[in-house]
């Protein structure tokens, strides 16, 4: 069964780092892309960073220059390096694995995580 475990959530001052860890299954993890992606209180679920399995990744504008994702294809780890945090960083943060052709702004897609909460205090 597919499964995704995110961790390293928690609370963190502004400007402060955090860094997400999403182990998946060696079979979802060497096929897919893997992506972050955030819900805050009332808001839609948004795409924070994603990484093909050849490496290439693409980031939100919000984050662009503070957040890295990353992939540790020995350990079948997806990264999320947070810097420079600010409070509106708060959100649920959820793993995701997909297709690569699909595509990464629609959320009906892929396989998610039970999510991890990340809060930012200014």
């Known amino acids: 069964q597919v499964q995704l475990v995110e961790s390293g959530g928690g609370l963190v001052q502004a400007g402060g780092s955090l860094r997400l860890s999403c182990a998946a299954s060696?079979?979802?993890?060497?096929?897919?892309?893997m992506g972050w992606y955030r819900q805050a209180p009332g808001k839609q679920r948004e795409l924070v960073a994603a990484i093909t399995s050849g490496g290439r990744t693409n980031y939100a504008d919000s984050v662009k220059g503070r957040f890295t994702i990353s992939r540790d294809n020995a350990k079948n780890t997806v990264y999320l390096q947070m810097n420079s945090v600010k409070p509106e960083d708060t959100a649920i943060y959820y793993c995701n694995a997909r297709r690569p052709e699909l595509p990464l702004s629609d959320v009906a897609f892929g396989v998610w995580g039970q999510g991890t909460q990340v809060t930012v205090s200014s």
């Open positions: 060696r079979t979802i993890f060497s096929i897919n892309t």
